[in-house]
């Protein structure tokens, strides 16, 4: 006689970080932390931090309920809720429609989807150990980066960009349709 599961039997699995990783942990919506956040896993942040997270080579999520007062470092960010922070991502950041970040962002690719609200610069220029690694140390003509931040001009001396490019206005961006 062979034995067969009903779906009511099985488990609920595991929350499981974006694209089928490791497991996330969550930080409950009645959780409020002062201090520094480390960890070496997944998280996804339903209450309130202040202070910093260090979450190197780890996803963070920013819950809608999430109300965070702290800088961000992870290897992805998403904020869905409110932060006021600056957020270091090592592979992308994204801002949902519910989101609110008043910081600066620094991450090879951003996403500030329709209906974000967004106070801040962003910097997506590699770091300079990868920078000197794609052989992009200057920028056309060798005559610097190229870099243009949402503050203005290059702090460093006289403004640089693409011909033909607009100055890009000062920084207080809301994403809609």
């Not at 932060?83 to 429609?97: A, C």
């Not at 989101?99 to 300079?128: C, H, W, Y």
């Not at 794609?134 to 980066?145: D, H, I, M, N, V």
Request: aromatic letters at 2%.
């Amino acid at each position: 006689m062979a034995w067969t599961r009903t779906p009511d039997q099985d488990p609920a699995p595991a929350p499981r970080a974006p694209g089928g990783g490791p497991r996330v942990s969550t930080l409950g919506s009645t959780i409020a932390i002062k201090g520094d956040l480390t960890g070496a896993e997944d998280l996804r942040i339903e209450g309130s931090v202040e202070g910093t997270i260090r979450l190197d080579g780890q996803s963070v999520v920013v819950s809608e309920s999430g109300r965070i007062t702290a800088d961000i470092h992870g290897r992805s960010i998403c904020v869905e809720g409110r932060v006021k922070g600056n957020l270091h991502g090592e592979k992308e950041i994204i801002i949902r429609p519910s989101g609110q970040l008043e910081g600066n962002i620094t991450a090879p690719s951003v996403t500030l989807e329709n209906g974000a609200k967004f106070r801040g610069s962003i910097d997506m220029e590699p770091t300079p150990g990868r920078r000197e690694a794609a052989g992009a140390e200057t920028g056309p003509a060798g005559r610097g980066s190229g870099r243009q931040s949402a503050a203005g001009p290059d702090p460093g001396g006289a403004e640089r960009r693409p011909a033909g490019s607009r100055p890009v206005p000062p920084a207080v961006a809301t994403a809609e349709s």
